[in-house]
């Protein structure tokens, strides 16, 4: 089966391969020779010719009706002396059969109209009344040419399963890839907004704790130097929850493929949750991040219209809302900065809104950039791809008349979903 289903122009060692059989074909001939029967025992000449028509199968893969061709020119005089007509059987079908089982259907069809032609003219002039020889060479030729043309589609059919079977296994390790490299991409999306959400409001609560601690030495408020303190410390261990969840992710390879596989539906580690099976952040933890930002020193409010948010939908608008708070904060630019969080239902979406009134930020740094050196940083840029992980669209920008704006529209129902 093996040398069945193997294509033959492509055969390891094929050659080799041919020269040996087309040995074992001449031996084959000797023997029925020496067995006897009907015909002329071959003369030298006779013998001569019978063994040089094997020798073109050795190319018989290599060249199928140039070896067709070359066994002819051996037999066909042989024949013609009258020699036994059995022993060159063998190989003439071999030859035929290969190139059935090489060429197109067309090609064999007419090597089958040219080897039955003059066939039948010589069978009809040496032995006219001979009907039933003439059907049994003519049904021999034809049975090889069919058994070739057969053996060919089988085995074209062979090679479409395999080649079917070779691409769904590479279509399968491109997905696993790109799932991994997806989950990993939203990862790092989730560090940053971890990060640079906590490292914010612990250095805002440090500034307020310095402030107080070096405002009045001689009249020191220690609840509120305890209170601040204690917020840092709050902050601190959310931070650590979190960051420990994206970190056990990462740390197991298959825990990754297997949240990659649900990455249409946005998943995301679970706010202030050490466990990896945590809810996913919705909008129900944006009061906490409202407080968090009132924590910080920022007036927040915060208005919440919308039920029944798909929670991949909730996941993206609670990091926008996030990342938009953060960067109000760092840049507001002001101590009594005003923060309006906004988000309700229309038309089929999403529609969420964080306006300030600060002096500072600027749609051109990209978002998150350090106010020491100007680098910019990846806070529009995140948030940006947190609308299009859900087939929405963001927009950020200063507002006419002071502060900054970001809205976004994340749908909630997608077409790639719903199928």
């Not at 087309?22 to 001939?29: E, P, R, Y």
Request: some cysteine; charged content about 20%.
């Amino acid at each position: 089966m093996a040398a069945i289903n193997r294509e033959p122009m492509t055969a390891p060692h094929r050659t080799r391969n041919d020269a040996v059989l087309a040995m074992g074909v001449a031996v084959l001939a000797v023997a029925i020779a020496l067995m006897g029967g009907e015909g002329t025992w071959p003369d030298p000449l006779g013998w001569t010719l019978l063994l040089a028509g094997h020798v073109p199968l050795v190319w018989r893969r290599r060249s199928p009706v140039v070896a067709l061709l070359g066994v002819a020119a051996c037999v066909a005089p042989y024949h013609a002396l009258d020699n036994n007509h059995a022993l060159p059987i063998p190989a003439t079908l071999l030859a035929l059969y290969t190139v059935a089982a090489t060429g197109t259907v067309r090609r064999t069809l007419l090597t089958g109209v040219a080897v039955l032609g003059p066939t039948v003219i010589i069978n009809g002039l040496t032995n006219p009344k001979g009907a039933l020889e003439f059907l049994r060479i003519s049904g021999w030729i034809i049975a090889i040419l069919f058994i070739g043309i057969d053996v060919r589609f089988y085995r074209r059919y062979v090679a479409s399963i395999v080649e079917r079977a070779e691409r769904a296994e590479r279509t399968r390790e491109e997905e696993a890839r790109r799932r991994v490299a997806e989950e990993r991409l939203r990862i790092a999306r989730d560090l940053h907004d971890l990060l640079a959400h906590s490292i914010t409001l612990i250095g805002v609560q440090t500034s307020v704790a310095a402030h107080v601690l070096t405002a009045d030495p001689e009249r020191l408020d220690r609840k509120a130097v305890a209170q601040a303190l204690d917020d840092i410390a709050g902050t601190c261990r959310t931070a650590r929850g979190e960051l420990r969840t994206t970190l056990e992710v990462l740390r197991a390879h298959d825990a990754v493929v297997g949240v990659g596989t649900d990455l249409g539906a946005g998943a995301g580690s679970g706010s202030g949750s050490g466990d990896m099976r945590g809810p996913l952040p919705g909008i129900d933890g944006l009061a906490g991040l409202a407080e968090s930002g009132r924590v910080a020193g920022a007036k927040v409010e915060l208005s919440v219209r919308a039920d029944g948010i798909p929670p991949s939908v909730g996941a993206a608008a609670y990091r926008i809302v996030q990342e938009a708070l953060t960067n109000a904060v760092r840049h507001g630019g002001r101590e009594d900065l005003t923060v309006r969080v906004g988000l309700w239902t229309a038309d089929g979406a999403l529609r969420v809104s964080v306006t300030d009134d600060g002096t500072g930020g600027d749609a051109d740094a990209g978002g998150g950039a350090d106010p020491s050196d100007g680098t910019p940083g990846f806070g529009l840029v995140g948030m940006r791809e947190r609308a299009r992980s859900v087939g929405g669209t963001l927009d950020a920008g200063p507002c006419p008349a002071e502060g900054f704006e970001v809205t976004a529209t994340l749908p909630l129902s997608r077409k790639d979903e719903a199928r």
